[in-house]
């Protein structure tokens, strides 16, 4: 048996290698995973088939398991395209030379986290980030969100003057904002820091029990999510491939389209309208 | 002599134990973890089988990693073996093996990214280094004196096929069979680091609530490695492993160029990158090991310690389950002890992963689900190995009976054998314990894990390598353990 395992795979292992390369390559992009899955699945099917229409090249979509890997097939050139938020999108682009922001949400120009408590807290609407929130149990999003990481983790800094891991009894990371919301809302944890959209989103659908639950404090605005596409695009896909997806993306008009993200539109944007995030990203010491 | 040196060492190990208990973070934080396990038995009583294009999808992926993996970790592992005399081979085998198969294939998924090879070769590796020394133990055990009569002149290849190959044929394929069974389970697990194998489809429809997908799954899961001997047969297997690679699914390609970059760039300390030489590495390492690797050391040698002892403890408490002696030899005996079986077949083949991940989302972030996790998995495999050893003793016709049975005549008989395979089995549960981190749990895969996400590799390498080096101090501890308490420990220790 074993002589015939050894017969078998030097003519298998190849094989492994060469179905990779026959295939020829379509335009790919990914996202973030921020939210529930089958609703991210739903959404990017739409703007792949969307793009695919006005671009008329083949556009494939290909969801990953955290931010890092979307940062990374991103940077392997595995996706040329992808919907970042905030912090994940200073990563790939510092990795990624003549890589560039496309477009943002309209929303995203001035986005928002918004701290929510269990009503066992006791604590009142807009009560702010108050002394009383010391030694409670405290969930993030996934590590490597910007509205559910990086900005609550900076105003916390800001108001106590000590690490998350100082001021609350426990610090945990749900992984994604609805799992933010449902922890919080049953209980797991009593305060946790969200994308505002998601929390609309999930009032909205009726996921949340909206009295269990209660937004205590906003923070101020920052820029978030935006679409980035690699600098190489063009010499693969033709001259002006790039600004072509850039009129797309501003060009999606179908309410349904928008309302899936949700946003009312997008807007352009560069590289530059993120500088406030990488500034944060540095002093948080999760950029170098 | 023999017998107090025994006892000391379990009892030196219990206190820690406890010890380690007052320490350690144990506390339920859900607020109604009741109400969850019961959705999640819901779902298993009502299984939704209906989303079967995806479900057959993950169940051919989940088969075709595995056989691929195994089969090309079990090639590597055999020419290994043979070349086990070199203190190279043996100490490169001791560090692959030490790094457990969610490490590499994040490592791989930085530089192949989402394509099949990632989940491939994160279990070859380290299987290959795993079968290389059972494989190495295998041959060593059989008898040398055949390859003394094959005549002068024989090659070398011909002499070890018909001298030691041949004699140790049945163990070499026993093993291999049951590492296929591993091999199932480490694919499916891959899945929650993005392969398209079961764990991948688990992960989402858990996190999404969608209890009634999660129950088909694990019943898929549980049918697949149940039945694992009624399809997996000796003819069949070349069929297999030349259809496996093919089933793989295409993932996305590889840039060879990323490859290069992760060598000589990502994983570059950065202090080194940033050109401040040695002068600057050496307050990088240290605020790493302060702020990162002890406190991952810490929590990493505290829960392996109570899922150590926790798991003796089930292992003992579940061998009657499937000892004769307990379930008895006649009809209904037989089906008692079957019974006995198909439990602890479940509690075995749930991977630890798999079953932390649950109770995780079940009872909250502690150590709790972690240590119930190894606990029941390790203590299954335990207590059928120990089960199977006690049959083969026989009583004496006026042997006491029941409780009496169990606590002076078979318990202190299987006690050195129990205690054996529980050393063997320690290195496993620290490796374990490490990758539990990347759930959230605060062991040295939640700083492993940190640092991907901040897309910092050269930290994230120093913590595998921290985790790997950890490993093989349990390893060699345990080797010390069982010669000074004269445990026999041979390939047969693994199932």
């Given amino acids: 048996m074993l002589r015939r395992l050894a017969r078998v795979l030097p003519v298998a292992l190849p094989l492994l290698f060469a179905t990779s390369v026959a295939a020829a390559s379509p335009f790919v992009f990914t996202a973030i995973p921020d939210e529930d899955e089958t609703r991210l699945q739903e959404r990017f099917q739409k703007v792949a088939d969307y793009l695919a229409d006005e671009l ?90 910007t509205s559910g990481r990086l900005m609550p983790e900076h105003y916390l800094r800001e108001a106590f003057g000590e690490a998350p ?56 605005t920052y820029p978030d999510y935006q679409w980035t596409i690699r600098g190489d695009v063009d010499e693969r896909f033709g001259e002006g491939f790039a600004d072509r997806v850039q009129q797309a993306l501003l060009g999606m008009d179908d309410p349904e389209l928008l309302e899936s993200f949700p946003r009312s539109g997008f807007i352009p944007v560069d590289n530059a309208d993120y500088e406030i995030i990488r500034q944060v990203g540095q002093q948080l010491d999760i950029l170098d | 002599m023999w017998q107090s040196k025994t006892v000391r060492t379990s009892l030196a190990l219990a206190l820690l134990a406890i010890v380690c208990l007052a320490l350690a973070d144990l506390q339920i934080s859900a607020h109604d973890p009741w109400a969850e396990l019961g959705r999640l038995m819901q779902g298993l009583t009502h299984p939704d089988f209906t989303a079967v294009d995806f479900l057959g999808k993950a169940i051919v992926r989940t088969l075709a990693f595995a056989f691929v993996g195994v089969g090309a970790g079990a090639a590597a592992g055999l020419l290994l073996a043979l070349l086990f005399q070199h203190r190279a081979v043996r100490t490169t085998c001791a560090f692959i093996r030490a790094i457990h198969e969610l490490f590499w294939a994040l490592i791989f998924l930085q530089f ?52 030691r190959f041949s004699q140790a044929w049945p163990h070499l394929a026993t093993y291999t069979a049951y590492r296929l069974e591993c091999g199932l389970r ?248 490490a990758i539990l981190g990347i759930l959230g749990i605060a062991t040295l895969g939640f700083h492993v894990d940190s640092a991907i996400q901040e897309i910092r590799f050269d930290r994230a390498m120093i913590l595998i390598l921290i985790t790997a080096l950890l490993n093989i101090g349990v390893d060699i501890l345990a080797r010390r353990l069982r010669n000074r308490l004269r445990l026999r420990h041979t390939a047969s220790c693994e199932p």
């Fill in chain 1, 56 to 145: 008329e090249v083949e556009v494939r979509f290909v969801p990953v398991k955290s931010y890092a890997a979307a940062v990374t097939a991103f940077r392997n050139d595995q996706v040329q395209l992808a919907w970042f938020g905030g912090l994940s999108g200073v990563q790939a682009r510092e990795r990624v030379p003549g890589s560039r922001a496309l477009a943002q949400g309209v929303e995203d120009a001035e986005f928002r986290t918004y701290f929510i408590a269990h009503e066992s807290t006791g604590l009142e609407e807009g009560a702010g980030l108050v002394e009383a929130m010391r030694d409670m149990t405290f969930t993030f999003g996934a590590k490597g969100s």
């Fill in chain 1, 165 to 220: 891991e100082e001021v609350f009894s426990r610090v945990g990371f749900s992984g994604n904002h609805s799992r933010t919301a449902s922890l919080v809302a049953s209980g797991a944890y009593q305060l946790g820091a969200l994308n505002y959209t998601v929390w609309e989103n999930e009032l909205e659908a009726g996921n949340l029990d909206a009295d269990s639950v209660k937004v205590v404090w906003q923070t101020p």
């Fill in chain 2, 112 to 163: 192949f990214g989402l394509h099949p090879l990632t989940g491939v070769l994160a279990i070859a590796i380290p299987y290959a280094g795993i079968f290389a020394k059972v494989y190495a133990e295998i041959l060593d055990e059989s008898d040398p004196q055949p390859s003394k009569v094959i005549p002068h002149g024989s090659g070398m290849v011909a002499a070890l096929l018909y001298s």
């Fill in chain 2, 186 to 433: 480490s694919s499916a697990v891959l899945g929650f680091v993005g392969m398209p194998t079961l764990g991948f489809y688990l992960e989402s429809s858990f996190a999404q609530g969608h209890y009634t997908t999660v129950g088909a799954l694990l019943l898929l899961f549980y049918g697949l490695i149940g039945t694992l001997r009624l399809w997996v047969r000796p003819r069949l297997l070349p069929l297999y492993l030349l259809a496996a690679p093919f089933l793989l699914g295409d993932g996305l390609p590889i840039r060879w160029q990323s490859v290069s970059r992760f060598f000589t760039e990502d994983i570059v300390p950065e202090p080194l990158r940033q050109g401040e030489g040695v002068a600057g590495l050496l307050p990088w390492l240290g605020e790493l090991l302060v702020d990162e690797a002890l406190p991952g050391i810490w929590n990493t040698l505290l829960l392996t310690q109570i899922a150590l002892v926790a798991t003796g403890l089930l292992a003992l408490l579940l061998y009657p389950l499937v000892s004769q002696h307990f379930t008895g030899r006649h009809a209904s005996g037989r089906i008692r002890g079957a019974l006995g079986h198909g439990v602890l077949v479940v509690l075995r083949s749930t991977p630890e992963y798999l079953l932390a991940f649950i109770l995780l989302q079940l009872w909250g972030p502690s150590m709790l689900p972690a240590v119930v996790a190894l606990a029941i998995h390790n203590g299954g495999i335990i207590g059928h190995l120990v089960g199977q050893r006690s049959n083969a003793i026989t009583l004496r016709a006026d042997a006491p009976r029941g409780i009496e049975r169990y606590a002076f005549e078979l318990t202190p008989r299987l006690y050195g054998p129990f205690l054996a395979l529980l050393f063997y089995r320690w290195e496993i549960i620290m490796r374990e314990t």
